[in-house]
């Protein structure tokens, strides 16, 4: 259909997403989709089984708007157990249609026309724009390759009376990069001299490897108070397309976090809050994922070891980013279109994630997938 609609974007620079492009490319070229950041197995049986039981007792309409009751509940007690965090579940939890809505109602809260906010790159690729519908400008930090560690002394010079915002990714997608208790010393530094507003998008927060502890914002009071802090069960429970997440944050930003919310999503899947609220009892679903992981991210480590990729450090997250310096000297974004279309394994190029296109010459691979499909992947990417 012709039209001849002219709209001024608001987002003139974005196109589709590269998650989206890769999966496409995969599915069109019947490559193995290590590109996209989900499993291919299913949830736990029991997750599955009640949903079904709450569907059949007729729990299908509207959820509060803040969430059920009992599932902000068990993430209050979930939180205080692991964090020794106190979040009030009537005023101070949220739940969201996954994590990505809370990012976009945590920024829209604070972020007005004007402000800047400090992101760290490579990030994922949703903060920008929505820093933009705000009015906002997001600065760059650059975490430092090949460690993909923060510099304390950049986020300095980087922080300017017009910064109202620093989000912070740990575990870190794409790089499998984790924050140090360093790292928190000197995030506490800064924020007592400047009042910041912190978000702190932990989805991966139990996929943590080598007995590290994560260090989330919830563990830290003078951090928590200023505080919006994403996690995700798509990614805890293996089911990332029933799009469930929660925001913790001290009542006055909750408070504003949710006049956001109820105007993007309203409420969130009735039967599905209920059945993660049965399991999140369930401890040793979530306590053992990081080991679950991290079997998986050694045998993928084992698989390749003999091949031209080198095998970059993962200590988080189901991401592992590899070089391909000595097979290649092509652009990330060519070289994983060749990955798909030549050799059927789709990955992920991380230029994408910063602003100038930075290209160390790298590819994210997700190792989120069943072990026989890990085999048969490294077998191909082996060939090279």
């Known amino acids: 259909m012709e039209s001849s609609i002219a709209l001024a974007s608001k987002l003139p620079d974005v196109g589709v997403t590269i998650f989206t492009r890769m999966s496409a490319l995969a599915a069109e070229q019947g490559a193995i989709n290590l590109s996209q950041g989900y499993p291919d197995f299913n949830p736990h049986p029991a997750l599955v089984e009640r949903v079904a039981h709450h569907m059949k007792k007729g729990r299908n309409q509207y959820a ?33 249609a996954g994590a990505t809505e809370a990012i976009f109602a945590a920024i829209s809260a604070v972020v007005r026309p004007g402000d800047e906010v400090i992101v760290f790159e490579p990030c994922y ?160 679903l979530y306590l053992d994922l990081g080991a679950f992981y991290q079997a998986k991210r050694d045998l993928f480590q084992s698989l390749l070891a003999d091949s031209r990729f080198e095998v970059l450090p993962c200590r988080g997250t189901y991401f592992q980013m590899v070089s391909y310096a000595a097979i290649s000297d092509e652009p990330d974004e060519v070289f994983a279109r060749r990955l798909t279309t030549q050799h059927k394994v789709a990955v992920i190029p991380p230029s994408v994630f910063y602003q100038a296109g930075d290209d160390h010459r790298v590819l994210r691979l997700c190792f989120a997938k069943n072990d026989a499909t890990l085999v048969k992947a490294a077998l191909r990417l082996g060939r090279l």
């Open 64 to 96: 509060p708007m803040q969430g059920l009751p009992a599932l902000r509940e068990a993430i209050s007690a979930k939180v205080a157990g692991l964090y020794g965090a106190d979040y009030d579940p009537v005023t101070e939890i949220t739940v969201t």
């Open 125 to 284: 690729d949703a903060y920008g724009p929505i820093i933009q519908l705000n009015g906002g400008r997001p600065v760059a930090v650059k975490l430092t390759y090949p460690d993909y560690r923060i510099d304390w002394k950049e986020v300095r010079r980087a922080v300017r009376p017009a910064t109202r915002l620093l989000i912070l990714n740990s575990p870190h997608n794409p790089t499998g990069a984790v924050l140090s208790d360093t790292d928190m010393a000197s995030l506490e530094e800064i924020v007592a001299s400047t009042g910041l507003f912190l978000l702190g998008d932990e989805v991966y927060e139990h996929i943590i490897f080598d007995g590290r502890r994560h260090q989330s914002l919830a563990r830290f009071p003078a951090l928590a108070a200023r505080s919006f802090v994403i996690s995700s069960f798509g990614k805890t429970y293996h089911n990332t397309g029933w799009k469930v997440g929660y925001c913790l944050a001290p009542e006055p930003l909750s408070r504003e976090f949710q006049k956001i919310h109820q105007f993007i999503t309203f409420a969130v899947n009735t039967p599905v809050q209920h059945a993660l609220a049965d399991l999140l009892a369930k401890s040793e």
